[in-house]
């Protein structure tokens, strides 16, 4: 009774436990999954489309569930062995006449010539194999943090990168459609000149095909608009709302140059990025793998005791024995050579992948260095003198053929160069916008979060 009442007093106080976590975990997402909710997708800017990143964003929730599994891992490696119940009944007399009577008169159940036993085997793990197991899984759970913390390094990446392509197809329509709407115009006035007489046929028919090109470069500078906004918006889990969506913040300023792109990269900042110290963890769950292999060398034991009822033995034997049992495996045959040589070849592929993940984190620094300089450049050459210059010309191509100084020909180029430079402008402001992320995300350090 005592033991069924406390039995109940616990299952009460887990059930209060798992409610109060429960609570708490719900308490906790609720901030950023309302916060989320609030957020107007037709005024996003990037760290709101970072919030939803977070809260919503598939590959994130699957590099959780990653973890969540190695939490499982640590605790089944951290277990002893169960002990096994054997239970049995043997001397069934098969003699239909005797059956199994007791000699000494009694014949009730208990005095059955029946021998019944009872034991409990427990095995004994030795060598450390336990602690070595929970310290291999702590090393995997380990490494399955940096994983997460390196697949989120990644996919905030790509956010940004979805997000300044969909600036891009933004800038691009817009220039596409001014372009449609002053050919129109032109189209218009080339119509009336033809009327009185101003201008040849052949002209306006020039102006027209050009006005025709344009509304077909609106109509893919539309398309890419919309694939823009379907990419951003599965990377915040807002796919059924993607036309709704329109980017807001403005291009990064290029006078902000970070001022660790002149720094030289050296060891500590390597060491420190999350997929590095991935790589370091899963080198040193090898090196605890190998230990556990070593340790299958030490012989476990399997330890049990018994009770034997019996009765109706000879006489002056008693009915009720005990017994105790230990079990050595014997290496008679094999002593774990192939599981001890594959966990050194475990153990130096591991070593080799820290060295390689070392390899590829210092060379996406130093291909993102290049890159953004290489825009930095781009963006100055833009901003300083092309676009100037070729508005200029734009303008007084415009002003001659008002006047008659200038052809339709000699317009239309003018129009097309400019429009190029414009779309080269906005395209090298995006490649600035998504090196820059690069960089900062190549150098990012678990040390500096």
Request: charged share 25%.
């Amino acid at each position: 009774m005592h033991s069924n009442f406390g039995n109940r007093n616990f299952r009460k106080t887990m059930n209060l436990f798992v409610f109060i976590r429960l609570f708490l975990s719900l308490i906790l997402l609720i901030p950023i999954y309302t916060h989320a909710e609030d957020i107007n997708l037709d005024d996003l800017s990037l760290n709101s489309a970072e919030q939803l990143f977070k809260a919503n964003n598939r590959e994130l929730l699957a590099a959780r569930r990653a973890v969540e599994a190695s939490q499982a891992d640590t605790i089944t490696a951290g277990q002893k062995p169960n002990p096994s119940l054997n239970i049995g009944v043997s001397s069934f007399n098969l003699n239909r006449n005797q059956g199994n009577r007791n000699p000494n008169g009694s014949n009730g159940i208990t005095d059955q010539t029946l021998n019944t036993s009872i034991q409990v085997s427990q095995l004994y793990e030795r060598g450390n194999k336990r602690e070595l197991r929970q310290a291999s899984a702590e090393k995997a759970l380990k490494a399955s943090q940096y994983d997460y913390k390196d697949t989120t390094r990644q996919q905030e990446l790509a956010l940004k990168s979805a997000y300044y392509d969909l600036l891009l197809a933004q800038d691009s329509e817009n220039i596409q459609r001014t372009n449609v709407e002053l050919y129109e115009k032109t189209l218009k006035a080339s119509e009336l000149r033809l009327s009185a007489g101003d201008i040849a046929s052949s002209d306006v028919a020039r102006i027209r095909v050009d006005a025709l090109r344009a509304k077909n470069d609106l109509r893919q500078a539309v398309a890419s608009h919309q694939n823009a906004q379907t990419n951003l918006a599965y990377m915040i889990g807002k796919e059924k709302e993607s036309d709704s969506i329109k980017a807001t913040d403005p291009w990064p300023d290029i006078h902000n140059v970070p001022s660790s792109l002149s720094e030289p990269i050296d060891d500590s900042r390597l060491d420190s990025r999350a997929d590095v110290l991935a790589a370091e963890a899963r080198m040193q769950q090898a090196d605890q793998n190998r230990k556990l292999a070593e340790s299958l060398k030490s012989r476990d034991v399997v330890v049990g005791l018994g009770y034997q009822h019996f009765p109706g033995q000879e006489p002056g034997a008693g009915e009720h024995t005990i017994g105790a049992s230990v079990s050595i495996p014997l290496f008679t045959n094999y002593e774990y050579q192939g599981e001890i040589a594959r966990s050194e070849v475990d153990y130096t592929t591991a070593l080799e992948s820290r060295e390689q993940a070392r390899a590829a984190a210092l060379g996406e620094i130093e291909r993102a260095r290049a890159d953004l300089n290489a825009s930095i450049e781009k963006v100055q050459r833009f901003d300083e003198q092309m676009l100037a210059e070729a508005q200029k010309a734009a303008d007084a191509a415009e002003f001659a053929y008002q006047h008659g100084a200038m052809g339709v020909t000699d317009l239309l180029d003018s129009r097309r160069i400019l429009r190029a430079l414009q779309l080269d402008a906005v395209s090298v402001r995006a490649d600035y916008a998504k090196s820059l992320a690069a960089w900062q995300a190549a150098i990012v350090s678990e040390e500096n979060k």
